[in-house]
Every structure is written in structure tokens, then in C-alpha cells.
């Protein structure tokens, strides 16, 4: 990861226009810390700068298809989840009235097996089903405008704020229990997935209430568990998932710094992931574990993907090269689990299995909380391969694991996806797996995975620009408008794009500054020969670090054109195995199927559903001719809103008959059921 933070910091420089004057960090041995001995991973050094800055929640607004997208979600699970499970989104008050105490040792929270065995502390399930729901609902209905909504996610907000204690707790536990824990509980992680839908309502609002109670909230976790003298992670037990979720605090942390600029909060991260690595814990980012080579990753998904930001937060507030190795480790771990579609490995285990896009699925919740970290260290490093990773997650996995005709989402999918009735690609022996199918709820499993699907397409919008200075940068690519601010004058840049259905990218200046900037657009790592004009005439623009940067004073109206080129190649996976790319998309043959209705809800139109193919037949390619051909009729293939996208052929082997066939290819994030690699 050193490297990456050294160009991150080269990057903010460069923008800055004070590259040529400012001494070679090779030279200067780097920050701080670096050039000098460094012996305790987790000592204070002095704090790296972020490459790019994030702009405040709400200052990107979706356009296109991605706005419709995110309507058709408020549409549908997003906006109706309270309605389908009330029993544990609006009867169970967790963070008032039904606070937990100790005595209580049961209560619905979905699929919680031996339910009156389990200690209270495993009860904390349903405020992360919530917050995370809020969370995606009212970042929905911000991002899309939509008044209704608004008014019931403000409505929720009051409430919230209203169960806020004199001393600012926050939370799910009762004076009995909270802070005074020897085993699993969600003190931390509840307050996590509530404070960073609070965070963004204040983003948006400008409400200073709201921040000056999560200020409250957040100086009464650093009192309830005081740093350098409590043990917030501490577990008797070494399995735990509350607990280690938790370690993601840093997530609202990081926010409030950004926000006040005050060093405390960066310190109390740093103390959080030193706590977290030292007790006995069965999770996969330790800081031991990351600098043992032979330890391969084992843990529960989401937690090992969520918790890459946090190691990244603790080594960019700390600045010492110690955390930055331990992260750099870290990633090259992780891009041993990165199947084809940027799914990653875990369902729900890793369980120390490299990716495969048959045998190993991923969890809705891992791609969210993977796609959150990835745009984090995007914004951190600068890097455009956090960019790439992040747009081959979010266009193919997570578009793939949706059933938009219907309004569900899978809780577990593969890449290779033959069966989706329950057990993993129909396998007759895994009898009580049901997380291979498609609900709006899935609470036969947990509910978990439906509010993070409504938080997904917020939080890539959400990282679609960033700035720098004097720069502005377009990070992700699709359609959108940003809206900040230049020097006390207002900025409004709309990029009218297909994206990533074609290669074709417009950004218009709908309201210029004084003076000149930077308009800094990310090149995907698959682009060659991008063209580039702006008003109309051909133009070279100069590249740093793998943006295109044009710089002038703008004026209303300017157009800068980017035609990006897609081609579409065939790639390999980590076993060899071919399938096929266009741009950022991985294309897929899409298998018939016939679907049934398997559970109904009181509320119209919203089922569970199980696939079973119409055919086991399984193409295989060896090197036969591929093509493009011309744009065909805009299609809604998989339901949702209707785009248009190129017909995709391949000369493919039918292993029944031996006859070569030409077979058609569509984004996988289209299909259901399909067959990606060949």
C-alpha cells in the first residue's frame, strides 16, 4: 500500500499546482515516519492527506439510467421493507422504547436459530436490518427527489433524534448493558449503521442539530469505552459478529473528521483497530494476520471486506508505514477472492477457498461493503484501480444479483449461476440453504442483504465526483450532475453518458466559476486510445496519473466529449477459464428458465421466487471468432428500466453435439440465470 499512499499524496500535490516546488518524497524519505525506524504498528505519527476529497452527501445527483434505477428501488424493496417485515423494522423500537436490558433474552429478529438459548447480547440483529434500511431509503429518496419519501425519512430522523439520552448515548442497550460487555454484542455496530444514515441527512439538510448529535453520541462512545484503557473488542469467545462489525465505527469517525477537522477522532480510530488486533478474535484483518504470508483469508465476508477501510483509516490517521504494509498485504489477500464479476468470496465464509465463479458465491452485503471500500481507497489513494474495481463490482455483480422484473434481490449468487431454487447451483445435499433465491426480504435467512441492495447504487453515486483543490474530478464513471463550490462561486458540471452500456461520455458546464479549474476525468484501465474533444474540436489533453486533466476557464455551455471505445476481448480467470469483457462489463449467455412464486406478502406484487433452467447446457469456448454488432432495440432483458447495449456474439462448442454455434451474450448484470465462463 505504500506505494499507493505516496501516490496519493503526489497526486494532491500535483493538483494542487505545487508539484514543481516541492522536494521529492523519495528524497524527503516520505511522510512523516517514513525514512526512520518504526517498531509499534500502531503509534501516532503524523496524518496523511487523501489524494481526493469526498464531496458532501447529495452534492452528486443521478441522471439516466441510474436515476431510475434508484426510483425503481424506492419502487420496490427500498422504499416498502417496513411494510413486508414490520414485525422487525417498526414493532421492535430497538433504539428506544424496546431498548435491550438484561432482562431480556429473546425476541423476533428473523432467522435466529435456538432462539431461547441465546444470550442477550446476540439480539442487536435488528438494529442493523433498520439503520442500514434507513440509510439506503433516505439517501434514495435524496438522491432522486422524491418528496414523499423525504418527508418520511425526516419524520424518521426526528424520531431518532428523540431517543438521544442527556449524556448523548445513542443506542440499542439500556443502562444495564450498555459499554459493559464480556462477549458478542452491538454496542458499536449499531451505532455505526445509525450514524451514517444521520451523517448524510446532515449532509443534506444542513441541520446542525443532527450533527451536533452525533457529536454527542459519538463523544459518549469515546467516554464509554475511553482510549488506551478499555477493551471494546474484548470477547471471551473468539467468534463473534456484532462485535467485529463494530470495528467499522471508524466509517462515522472518519466522516466527522472530515467534517470538523478535530484530531481526536482520528486518534480514537487508530486506538479502535489496536484494541481489535490485539484481543483473541476469529477475523481475518488482525493486524498479525495481515503480515503472516501464509494466512490465507477465513472469515465471514462482509466482515474481512468492510474492515479494509477501517485498516486504511487507522494508517492514513496514524501515518505509520507499519499499518500502511499491513493493508498493502491486506489487498493482495483480498485479490485472491475477486471472481470475474468483482464478486467477492464468502458465503457466507471465505473459509480460505481462492474465487471461483461456480463454487464460490458472494453475499449482497459483501458487495456493498467491498464497493465502500474500494471507493474509499479510491478517494484515499487516487489510484484509478480502486475506480476499475469498483465498476466491474457494481456493474456486474451487483446489477447480477437482481431480479429488477420483480423487485428481489439474491442473497447469495454465483457467477456461473444454474440453479437459483435455495441450495448453491441446485446441489441436492445442502438441504437447509435457502440464500440462493431471489426475495424482497429474505428472512427465512436474515435481513440483511435487502437494506444493504438499496444502499449500493447511493453510495456508488455518492463517489461519481470528488475534488482537490482546484480540481474537480469525475472518479466513476455514469450519468449524474455535481453541484460544489469553487472558491465561493457554484460549479455544475451534467455528464450525459450511457455508460456503461456504450462509450460515449458528455460533460456539460451547466454553471461555470470565476477563474479557471481543473476537470479531472478517470481513464479506465481497459481504455487504449480515448478520444477527447471539447466544443467540438479535437484536443490533446494532458495525463496525470491516469486522469485526463483539462484545464480552462469555463464558460456555460462548454461541452468536453470523451469517446472511451469499448472493445469487446476475452479474458481469463485465476483457473484459466475464458469469458468475455466489453469495457467495464463482463457479458454472460444468459440460460433459460422458468420460475415459481415460493412465499407471498400481504403487500401487492411482492413474492419470493425460485429459478430452475429450461436447459443444463454449458457452452464451451475454444478461440472461435467474436464480435459486436450494431446497436440493438432498447430492452429491459431482467426487467427494470429499458437500456440499449450491443448484440455480443461468440463461435462456441456444444459439448452434447460437438457443433460449433454462434452464441449470443448480453451484460450479466442482465441476466438470471447464465453461464459466464467458457
Known sequence: MRSFLLF?????????????ATPSLAQEGGSPGYGRPVTDPFVLLKPLSPAWEPLPFSSVRPTGWL?????????GFTGHLDSLCPVLVVKDDIYGKDRLTRKVHKKEVGALTDNDAALVQYLWWNSETQSNWWDGFLRSAILVGDSDALAKAEAYVRRILRTQDSDGYLGIYDRDLRYHFRDENGELWSKT??????????????????????EKATLNVMKGYPPDTSRPFYSIHPNVGGLSH?????????????LTGKREYQEYIVFLYRNFSTEVLNEDAQYAKLMDSTYQLKGHGVHTYEHIRALAAAAYASGNPMLDNALDQFLVKVSREINPSGGPAGDEWIG???????????????????LHSYTDLLAKTGHKEWGDKTERLFFNAAQ????AQHRCIAYLKTDNSYYMTGPQNGDSTQHHQTRYSYSPVHQDAAVCCVPNAGRIAPYYVA?????????????LLGPSTVRTVYKGDSVCISEHTEYPYGGRVDFVVDKAPGGSFSLCIRMPEWVTRPVISVNGRPDTIEDRF????????????????????????????RKGQPYFTYGPLVLAHPIPSTFTVTKNYPLAGFHDYAYRPDSLLRYVYKGGAYGVFPWAKETAINGGSAQRFPEFQALMTDPVSGRDEQVSLVPMGKTILRQVTF
Open 8 to 20: 496519493g499524496m503526489l497526486m494532491a500535490l500535483l493538483l494542487s499546482g505545487v508539484l514543481e
Open 67 to 75: 436515476k431510475v434505477q434508484i426510483q425503481e428501488n424506492l419502487a
Open 193 to 214: 449503521t445509525l450514524l451514517r444514515g444521520l451523517l448524510a441527512w446532515y449532509e443534506y439538510s444542513r441541520d446542525p442539530s443532527v450533527l451536533q448529535a452525533v
Open 246 to 258: 463494530g470495528l467499522v465505527f471508524t466509517d462515522v469517525l472518519e466522516t466527522l473528521y472530515r
Open 352 to 370: 480460505g477457498r481462492p474465487a471461483d465463479p461456480t463454487l464460490t458465491g458472494y453475499e449482497y452485503c459483501s458487495l456493498q461493503e467491498l
Open 400 to 403: 447480477g444479483a437482481v431480479d
Open 463 to 475: 463517489s461519481m465526483w470528488m475534488k482537490n483543490g482546484d480540481a474537480l474530478a469525475a472518479t
Open 546 to 573: 491516469a486522469f485526463m486533466v483539462v484545464r480552462r476557464v469555463w464558460t456555460k455551455g462548454d461541452i468536453v466529449r470523451l469517446d472511451l471505445d469499448p472493445k469487446m476481448e476475452v479474458t481469463h480467470d
